[in-house]
Nanobody, 126 residues
Framework: QVQVVESGGGLVQAGGSRRLSCAASGRTFTYAMGWFRQAPGKERPFVASIRWNGGSTYYADSVKGRFTISSDSAKKMVYLQMNSLKPEDTAVYYC????????????????????WGQGTQVTVSS
């Protein structure tokens, strides 16, 4: 089992920045961590992912150039630095841990992940 806990959400003005944190703990080995987000009444699309080994990162086109995912493997922490925020970035942001290895996957779908956090709300005001 893996426990995933997000933090760092809140209210931010458009154009501002926010950093989300995700703590992963437990005995199950994980290969990648990802961020997804869900606005009210909408699906939960992929935002960004990172492999623990090697640090390869992947981004949704909608956040590329504005968001940066990073990790601290020693602390089992993953971060999502969000810059130039827009009102359409408003959503509950979920962190997830993937325990299945894939050499080629970008870990960009919900099916790539086995463990999910409860989410943290980010609201961007215009």
């Amino acid at each position: 089992q893996v426990q995933v806990v997000e933090s760092g959400g809140g209210l931010v003005q458009a154009g501002g920045s926010r950093r989300l944190s995700c703590a992963a703990s437990g005995r199950t080995f994980t290969y990648a961590m990802g961020w997804f987000r869900q606005a009210p009444g909408k699906e939960r699309p992929f935002v960004a992912s990172i492999r623990w080994n090697g640090g390869s990162t992947y981004y949704a086109d909608s956040v590329k150039g504005r968001f940066t995912i990073s990790s601290d493997s020693a602390k089992k922490m993953v971060y999502l630095q969000m810059n130039s925020l827009k009102p359409e970035d408003t959503a509950v942001y979920y962190c997830a841990a993937g325990s299945r290895y894939s050499m080629t996957s970008s870990y960009s779908t919900g099916n790539d992940y086995d463990y999910w956090g409860q989410g943290t709300q980010v609201t961007v005001s215009s």
